[in-house]
């Protein structure tokens, strides 16, 4: 090789090396692990939704120390421990740090190989050692880089959308939790005061029987009808028991003492002002699960890119040193090339199409089902507050005037004990139905706060969701921003 050969490949030799060195440096990037940023960003919807700050930034606590386990729980302090001590959530938040990984990694090429060789002759007289170096770097990943970091970046979205969402759901669990045992602990009461009313009447008819005013056919009633309330009474108790269990575990602290009360201060439930129609555009602006769905279907559209530019799949350039036992050195390009004449990724690209058309598919069902599930709670709550209004005007205020009748009757010696133990029946059986139909509405009421993305009012400055990062309505038909840019028929 002439002198002026051996000095270009030396410059080629060193621009190489200097440009490979440049783009590892590039693609390295400065992109953080730390997911504080991400999980802020779940934890500040969680609180914006429900008005109750997850406190994710710290660990879960291992003891009671904002309840003692005895007062009354309330249900912010509930809603506070749950999503800072359910262990469930916590798990779930752990996924926003595996995702904000991912989307560092997808943005750093693979590492440069570096290769060395080291020959013996076989005859020592005629040949001498032989010691060479190679360094080779894989730039294959450096136009696909985009496609990549565009797909990792819609998972780590889908992942802090699916961890606020879960939130949101804990938060629901919990309120129904403390609504049911706030109606139990009502329905326990109402239990107690029938066994005093049916007492009191067979005191009476006690009183009566001994002053020859009636039998013990009357009183053997009323006990009968004593017996069946006690029986009614446990089944409550059991039921209420159970439900306080439930919630020690959606808390975090299954193990602890049941021997408590919640306060019934908000069972009193507004009332029903959205019509049908703004229950549907809240369900199409802040369902969070549809706007996962979205970023999944975005995440496979980036990745059908990213297969499409697959056709070469390695490309690898270096540099290559080598030194002779008399001396001679030499150094020159590397450049390593995988042809696509085999496997040309074609069947690749096109199981990425119909992976990234059925993420569409499944986005567009996730947006019909939202719609559904927010109508179909909406009717509920309608009808169980209508319910409500009615029986408590009519059943219940019937009942207790037909009992005022009967003991009035029952004094004046016009109506005989059965009369008025079938009115006291009644009116028991008015006020615990009515008892089960509020809770029903106040159920049915958290039910659709959490169907319309959890909660039942228009953000104070509307706009699309921040965790959705781009249109938030819900457009039947169209398709989330940036499949329309998806190639070779992928929503077809």
């Given at each position: 090789?002439?002198?002026?050969?051996r000095?270009?490949?030396h410059?080629?030799?060193?621009?190489?090396?200097?440009?490979?060195?440049?783009?590892?440096?590039?693609?390295?990037?400065?992109?953080?692990?730390?997911?504080?940023?991400?999980?802020?960003r779940?934890?500040?919807?969680?609180?914006?939704?429900?008005g109750?700050?997850?406190?994710w930034?710290?660990?879960?606590?291992?003891?009671?120390?904002?309840?003692?386990?005895?007062?009354?729980?309330?249900?912010?302090?509930?809603?506070?421990m749950?999503?800072?001590?359910?262990?469930?959530?916590?798990?779930?938040?752990?996924?926003?740090?595996?995702?904000?990984?991912?989307?560092?990694?997808?943005?750093?090429?693979?590492n440069?190989?570096?290769?060395?060789?080291?020959?013996?002759?076989?005859?020592?007289?005629?040949?001498?050692?032989?010691?060479?170096?190679?360094?080779?770097q894989?730039?294959a990943?450096l136009?696909?880089?985009?496609?990549?970091?565009?797909?990792?970046d819609?998972?780590?979205?889908?992942?802090?959308?699916?961890?606020?969402?879960?939130?949101?759901?804990?938060?629901?669990?919990?309120?129904?939790?403390h609504?049911?045992?706030?109606?139990?602990?009502?329905?326990?009461?109402?239990?107690?005061?029938n066994?005093?009313?049916?007492?009191?009447?067979?005191?009476?008819?006690?009183?009566?029987?001994?002053?020859?005013?009636?039998?013990t056919?009357?009183?053997?009633?009323?006990?009968?009808?004593?017996?069946?309330?006690?029986?009614?009474r446990?089944?409550?108790?059991r039921?209420?028991?159970?439900?306080?269990?439930?919630?020690?575990?959606?808390?975090?602290?299954?193990?602890?003492?049941?021997?408590?009360?919640?306060?019934?201060?908000a069972?009193?439930?507004?009332?029903?002002?959205?019509?049908?129609?703004?229950?549907?555009?809240?369900?199409?602006?802040?369902?969070?699960?549809?706007?996962?769905?979205?970023?999944?279907?975005?995440?496979?559209?980036?990745?059908?890119?990213?297969?499409?530019?697959?056709?070469l799949?390695?490309?690898?350039?270096?540099a290559?040193f080598?030194?002779?036992?008399?001396?001679?050195?030499?150094i020159?390009?590397?450049?390593?090339?995988?042809?696509?004449?085999?496997?040309?990724?074609?069947?690749?690209?096109?199981?990425?199409?119909?992976?990234?058309?059925?993420?569409?598919?499944?986005?567009?069902?996730?947006?019909?089902?939202a719609?559904?599930?927010?109508?179909?709670?909406?009717?509920?709550?309608?009808?169980?507050?209508?319910?409500?209004?009615?029986?408590?005007?009519?059943v219940?205020?019937?009942?207790?005037?037909?009992?005022?009748?009967?003991?009035?009757?029952?004094?004046?010696?016009?109506?005989?004990v059965?009369?008025?133990?079938?009115?006291?029946?009644?009116?028991?059986?008015?006020?615990?139905?009515?008892?089960?139909?509020?809770?029903?509405?106040?159920?049915a009421?958290?039910?659709?706060?959490?169907?319309?993305?959890?909660?039942?009012?228009?953000?104070?400055?509307?706009?699309?969701?921040p965790?959705?990062?781009?249109?938030?309505?819900?457009?039947?038909?169209?398709?989330?921003?940036?499949?329309?840019?998806?190639?070779?028929?992928?929503?077809?």
């Amino acid at each position: 090789m002439t002198r002026h050969a051996r000095h270009l490949m030396h410059h080629v030799s060193r621009g190489v090396a200097t440009a490979t060195l440049a783009l590892v440096a590039l693609a390295g990037g400065c992109a953080s692990l730390d997911p504080k940023a991400d999980i802020d960003r779940a934890a500040h919807t969680v609180n914006d939704r429900s008005g109750v700050a997850p406190g994710w930034d710290g660990p879960w606590d291992v003891s009671l120390s904002t309840w003692d386990g005895r007062s009354h729980l309330t249900v912010e302090l509930a809603l506070g421990m749950a999503l800072r001590n359910n262990r469930d959530i916590r798990s779930k938040v752990e996924l926003i740090a595996a995702s904000r990984a991912d989307l560092v990694q997808a943005g750093l090429l693979p590492n440069p190989v570096v290769g060395l060789t080291l020959r013996f002759p076989f005859d020592p007289v005629s040949g001498g050692t032989f010691v060479g170096a190679q360094v080779v770097q894989s730039f294959a990943a450096l136009w696909l880089r985009g496609g990549k970091i565009r797909a990792a970046d819609a998972r780590l979205n889908q992942t802090v959308l699916d961890v606020s969402d879960q939130a949101l759901a804990l938060v629901a669990q919990v309120k129904a939790s403390h609504t049911r045992i706030a109606f139990g602990q009502r329905a326990v009461g109402l239990a107690e005061q029938n066994l005093a009313t049916i007492q009191k009447s067979i005191d009476s008819l006690d009183a009566r029987v001994r002053g020859g005013e009636g039998t013990t056919l009357d009183v053997n009633r009323a006990r009968q009808q004593l017996a069946k309330a006690e029986a009614e009474r446990v089944v409550v108790m059991r039921e209420l028991a159970k439900e306080r269990r439930r919630m020690l575990e959606l808390i975090g602290f299954a193990a602890e003492n049941a021997d408590w009360a919640v306060d019934e201060g908000a069972l009193e439930s507004a009332p029903q002002t959205l019509d049908e129609a703004t229950v549907i555009a809240l369900a199409g602006s802040q369902r969070l699960d549809v706007a996962a769905a979205r970023s999944v279907a975005l995440a496979q559209s980036a990745d059908l890119s990213v297969e499409q530019r697959s056709h070469l799949r390695d490309l690898g350039l270096g540099a290559d040193f080598e030194r002779s036992e008399s001396g001679d050195k030499s150094i020159g390009p590397v450049v390593e090339l995988a042809i696509p004449i085999f496997d040309t990724n074609e069947a690749q690209i096109a199981k990425a199409g119909s992976i990234a058309r059925a993420a569409f598919g499944s986005y567009e069902a996730a947006s019909q089902r939202a719609v559904r599930e927010a109508r179909v709670a909406w009717i509920e709550l309608d009808s169980a507050s209508r319910l409500v209004e009615q029986y408590r005007s009519t059943v219940l205020a019937l009942a207790e005037r037909n009992l005022t009748l009967a003991e009035a009757s029952l004094r004046s010696g016009q109506a005989d004990v059965t009369v008025l133990l079938e009115a006291q029946r009644e009116v028991t059986d008015a006020r615990a139905r009515l008892n089960d139909l509020e809770q029903a509405a106040a159920l049915a009421r958290i039910e659709l706060e959490y169907a319309v993305g959890g909660v039942l009012a228009w953000p104070p400055t509307p706009g699309p969701d921040p965790l959705d990062r781009g249109p938030s309505t819900i457009g039947a038909g169209t398709p989330p921003k940036g499949l329309d840019e998806v190639p070779s028929g992928a929503r077809q």
